[in-house]
């Protein structure tokens, strides 16, 4: 199946409160457990001022998850939908009350600009995270120039994203297993996220061609793929 681009930034009212409303939770923990196994297996620590960036962070959900981990870290979510953002920064109120999450905070930044910009952010990450996010991106290249642009050397970098089915029948089983009962919205979305993803080898093909030959891709289950490694 070829690739075919949806809008990079989620804007629509609509879409934003049916993806912000969805629960994620059981695949987004596992996310979080993914990451900590492999900077565990790495020998690495996240701690106290060490800055970690979720880029194209949606409502904060994992971002969230992040700054409760690493309550001594920064954590910032940067996403380019000012209509997300406000989600995340509502959703951040609350949490800043019960948790004191002071090291949570949210950008409004889109990649493409974060790749031109000569100052981007006042420091440069320990760690980038991403997920769902890779296949948004019109000109992937953009995506790995902006990722090296805001990473300390030797940075942790883990990124998981969908993967493209072989065929528009087989993102439509996957459409039914994983949102059966989904608003319209979400399943026309996570539809259009299926044909826009990239395929493994894809991925390989563009760290390469990035210099990130360093990290590596991994197919996960049956619809996402995961990146990670240091750079
Ligand atoms: C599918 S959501 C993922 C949200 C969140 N990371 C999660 O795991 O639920 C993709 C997010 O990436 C943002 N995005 C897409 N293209 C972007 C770009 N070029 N610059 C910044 N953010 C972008 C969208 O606005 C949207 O909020």
Not at 31 to 57: P, T, V, Y
Not at 183 to 209: G, N, W
Request: proline share 3%.
């Amino acid at each position: 199946m070829q690739r075919v681009t949806e809008p990079e930034l989620m804007l629509k009212a609509s879409q934003v409160n049916a993806y912000s409303e969805a629960d994620f939770s059981s695949s987004d923990n596992q996310l979080l457990e993914d990451f900590e196994k492999f900077l565990m297996d790495s020998g690495r620590e996240l701690g106290l001022k060490n800055l970690i960036i979720d880029l194209g962070c949606g409502p904060g959900n994992i971002t969230e998850l992040l700054a409760m981990k690493w309550p001594l870290a920064k954590v910032v979510g940067i996403d380019g939908s000012e209509e997300m953002l406000s989600v995340a920064r509502r959703r951040r109120k609350d949490l800043i009350q019960k948790y004191n999450l002071k090291g949570l905070v949210y950008f409004q930044k889109n990649i493409s600009s974060i790749y031109r910009d000569q100052t981007t952010l006042d420091e440069s990450a320990h760690a980038v995270v991403s997920n769902s996010l890779l296949h948004h991106i019109h000109n992937p290249s953009i995506f790995w120039e902006a990722v090296k642009k805001i990473s300390l050397p030797n940075s942790c970098q883990f990124h998981r994203d969908l993967r493209r089915p072989y065929s528009t029948k087989e993102a439509l089983v996957l459409q039914e297993k994983y949102l059966p009962d989904a608003p319209k919205v979400l399943k026309d979305d996570y539809l259009a996220s299926l044909h826009a993803s990239f395929t493994v080898i894809e991925v390989r093909d563009q760290l390469l061609m990035a210099g990130l030959d360093s990290l590596k891709v991994y197919e996960v289950d049956d619809r996402y793929l995961e990146i990670k490694g240091f750079f």
